[in-house]
């Protein structure tokens, strides 16, 4: 049996397809389109899929939607008729793009696969979330946390997962939400929204967490997790680009401008920058400033966070803990919940926001509504699309790209190795891409972590990036606990995904610079040899020559553009960056013998 899982004109547009249970592929629209966040109808990623399963669109018994449209356009009409006539261009907007396609999303789907009304299923939002982390989970029963922006109504839900049952016992209802008032410190701190909260949680150590208690101000939560923002210092229920208010800015100052280059007293300033500018200090201490709004931000959210998860965990009596919705990518949080709360083991799947919920949505339909019985665990991310060895060598001979092809692996990894010892920066695109919005070895830019410089090299060669994002580090599974304050680390798997920031042991941060954040922590990936076996084998060969099986590893992409995908993306990205040495699979290509 086949079922399709679908999400889109939301946030990120993906396709996800199971046969008999099994996820067979899932991605990401915005790899074949090469839009980011691309939220379109996801036509690429379902072609891609059914060419994955090798059938067509005709074999298909179910396709799942993420959402229920017409609820949502219920309360975009209801929220835009409460706040009329402030809302007018918010109703206006609404009118015209949800009349237009996107409540009619069934017969989209009918017309574009060739399928009857009676095999188009709709989850909800929330379900979809719950369902892509539980189904996903090896926990045959688990408490279940959504947090994200908003689906329909749902902003939170706490929920129950016992076998293939699922059900959501708790909500909180728009305007209510904790994503929603992430996000308007994302851009109040002059990050994209939907994009930057990742920022926010990188900057927050570089700041004191002073404005806490005006944080508290706009949200007020009880003791059962539940929680009320105070709209009066909002205004993304009324408007179409604005989230916060003047009411807002009178409490925490103007908002950061977007081009302002982001250093501190102690981020020094980075030599990608260019020249120190003479007013260095008077532009590092109104940086301090919104260093500190991130780090209160952040440790609000993760104090409603970890509420948030003692509800869940009073409700239902139990060690296990599956999360998603877009908070469950603040790493930082993930990594509170496994040492504060009771919970002894949490599964977060990496494709956590709303791309994720595609998954979701097909499990729900497969495991919930047809009560079929579950057997699939996610223990990798390479779900996506991949290029075998001739593709590879025929795009690089037609371009007259010279290469060396290493058909023995012991010598391709050997060959890495030197690289990466010398203080090549390492293009790696191996195999099928990821799921979700992190690099995790399939299409990965390496480095050695080693190396104090390695942080600044990679920025200026490639990612040009603030100086308050901390690079990741790929460790060996069974490595992981000699080197970050995670015991047992092989067992826990939010952190395949990176998904927990922990402590880098003491004694290894001197060891490690590149990796190791302003206040000490690092934002892990194990790597288990099973689940990507010629990334663990290429850092236990770097570990073996050096005596540290840890790489660097950010995502392989220029800033703005999303994560590669071909062997021509790979390549032309390979050439527009200032990395030295790409590997597409069996093949490298050296940069000065492409430039001659
Ligand atoms: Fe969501």
């Given at each position: ?157 706490i929920g129950i997962g016992r ?163 877009g908070c469950a990518l603040n ?23 709303d791309g994720g919920a595609a ?238």
């Amino acid at each position: 049996m086949y079922v399709l899982g679908l999400s889109c004109y939301f946030h990120d547009a993906a396709a996800a397809l199971l046969r008999d249970g099994e996820l067979v592929a899932a991605a990401e629209e915005e790899r074949f389109s090469r839009k980011k966040h691309d939220y379109e109808y996801p036509e690429h990623a379902i072609d891609f899929c059914l060419r994955t399963a090798k059938i067509t669109a005709a074999d298909l018994d179910y396709v799942v939607f993420f959402e229920k449209p017409f609820v949502k356009f219920e309360r975009l009409l209801l929220t835009s008729l409460q706040t009329y006539p402030r809302s007018h261009k918010v109703f206006r907007e609404a009118m015209v793009s949800w009349l237009g396609d996107k409540l009619w999303i069934k017969n989209l789907i009918q017309q574009r696969l060739k399928i009857k009304a009676d095999r188009v299923l709709f989850s909800e939002h929330h379900l979809s979330h719950a369902a892509s982390a539980f189904y996903c989970s090896p926990f045959d029963e688990a408490a279940v946390l959504t947090i994200d922006g908003v689906g329909e109504w749902t902003t939170a839900s706490i929920g129950i997962g016992r076998g293939t049952d699922l059900k959501l016992i708790k909500e909180i209802r728009f305007p209510h939400s904790l994503g929603l008032l992430y996000s308007a410190f994302t851009a109040f701190l002059g990050f994209e929204v939907n994009e930057g909260e990742y920022k926010v949680m990188g900057m927050a150590p570089f700041g004191t967490p002073r404005y806490v208690e005006d944080v508290w101000k706009l949200i007020h939560v009880a003791d059962d997790g539940s929680f009320e923002l105070d709209m009066k210092f909002f205004s993304f229920h009324h408007s179409t680009h604005q989230t916060f208010n003047q009411r807002f800015v009178e409490l925490f100052g103007a908002p950061r401008d977007p081009h302002m280059n982001f250093f501190t007293a102690s981020s020094g300033f980075p030599a990608y920058f260019g020249e120190r500018p003479a007013d260095f200090e008077a532009q590092a201490r109104a940086n301090q400033h919104y260093a500190d709004i991130a780090a209160s931000i952040q440790k609000v959210t993760e104090e409603v966070i970890l509420k948030l998860a003692l509800a869940a965990h009073k409700e239902t009596g139990l060690t296990k803990l599956c999360l998603a919705g877009g908070c469950a990518l603040n790493s930082v949080a993930n990594g509170r919940i496994l040492r504060e709360t009771p919970f002894e083991d949490v599964y977060v799947q990496p494709a956590a926001g709303d791309g994720g919920a595609a998954v979701g949505a097909a499990l729900y339909g497969y495991h919930a509504v047809l009560g079929k019985p579950r057997g699939f665990v996610m223990q990798h991310a390479a779900w996506g699309e991949a290029h075998g060895p001739d593709v590879t060598e025929r795009f690089l001979r037609e371009h007259g790209i010279p290469f060396d092809r290493y058909d023995d692996e012991d010598k391709l990894l050997a060959c890495v190795v030197d690289r990466l010892y010398a203080g090549h920066v390492v293009g790696w695109s191996q195999g099928r891409f990821e799921w979700g919005p992190r690099a995790l070895g399939q299409r990965s830019i390496l480095a050695d972590p080693r190396r104090a410089d390695m942080k600044d090299i990679v920025n200026t060669k490639i990612k040009f990036r603030e100086p308050f994002r901390p690079f990741a580090p790929s460790v060996l599974a069974e490595r992981a606990a000699d080197y970050f304050d995670l015991p047992d680390a092989a067992r826990h798997f939010p952190a395949r995904f990176m998904l927990y920031v922990v402590d880098v042991k003491a004694e290894h941060r001197a060891t490690l610079p590149a990796i190791t954040h302003v206040d000490g922590t690092g934002r892990l990936q194990t790597v288990h040899r099973e689940a990507t076996p010629r990334y663990h084998a290429l850092i236990d060969a770097f570990g073996r020559a050096t005596g540290v099986p840890v790489l660097l590893n950010t995502s392989f992409n220029l800033r703005g553009e999303p994560i590669v995908n071909t062997p021509a993306e790979a390549f032309n990205t390979f050439m527009a960056s200032g990395m030295d040495t790409l590997v597409l699979g069996d093949h490298v290509v050296d940069k000065r013998a492409v430039i001659g």
